[in-house]
C-alpha cells in the first residue's frame, strides 16, 4: 500500500510541474494576431538561436545550466508576475530536452502565473520552421 501511494505522490508531483502548453500553430496565430504579445523566452542553446529564432524573443541561455537559469531569472525579474511568458527551446524531441523544465520550475518558484510552454515535440527546425511560422534570422545566418 505504502508503494503504491508513494507511486501516486510522484506521479502527481511530476503533473504539477508542468506548465500549460501552447502548439506552434496557436501560438504563431497569437503572434500574427494584433494585442500585446507575451514575452518570448529561448531556454535552449545559442547555436540554435543564432541560426534562426522567433522574432521578438530574447535568448536566456540553455537553463539545463546555472548560467541559463541565472540569465532567465535576470531577464523575467523585470517582469510582472502576470504577464504572460512564452518559453521555448526546440534542440531536441520534447520528452529529451534538457532546458525545458529547469525553466519551467524556475519561474513556478518565482512566482510567475501565467507561462506557457510552446510545444515543440520533434525539434525546431521540423516544429516550426518547415511548417512556415515566422522566424528572424541571428546574427550567425546574416553573416
Known amino acids: 500500500m505504502k508503494r503504491i501511494l508513494l507511486c501516486a505522490s510522484v506521479a502527481f508531483a511530476a503533473v504539477a510541474l508542468q506548465l500549460p502548453q501552447i502548439q506552434p500553430k496557436d501560438f504563431a496565430a497569437q503572434l500574427q494576431a494584433g494585442g500585446e504579445k507575451p514575452a518570448i523566452?529561448?531556454?535552449g542553446f545559442a547555436v540554435l538561436y543564432r541560426s534562426k529564432h522567433i522574432p521578438g524573443s530574447?535568448?536566456?541561455g540553455p537553463a539545463s545550466q546555472p548560467a541559463g537559469l541565472e540569465s532567465l531569472k535576470a531577464a523575467v525579474s523585470k517582469l510582472p508576475k502576470d504577464r504572460e511568458i512564452v518559453l521555448y527551446?526546440?534542440?531536441c524531441p520534447?520528452?529529451?530536452c534538457p532546458n525545458m523544465?529547469?525553466?519551467?520550475e524556475l519561474l513556478r518558484e518565482m512566482g510567475y502565473t501565467h507561462v506557457k510552454a510552446l510545444m515543440i515535440?520533434?525539434?525546431f527546425a521540423k516544429d516550426w520552421i518547415d511548417p512556415g511560422?515566422?522566424?528572424e534570422l541571428g546574427?550567425?545566418?546574416k553573416k
Open 41 to 43: 523566452f529561448h531556454v
Open 58 to 60: 530574447e535568448y536566456a
Open 89 to 91: 527551446c526546440g534542440c
Open 94 to 96: 520534447w520528452d529529451k
Open 101 to 104: 523544465k529547469p525553466a519551467q
Open 121 to 123: 515535440p520533434t525539434n
Open 133 to 135: 511560422y515566422p522566424v
Open 139 to 141: 546574427e550567425a545566418a
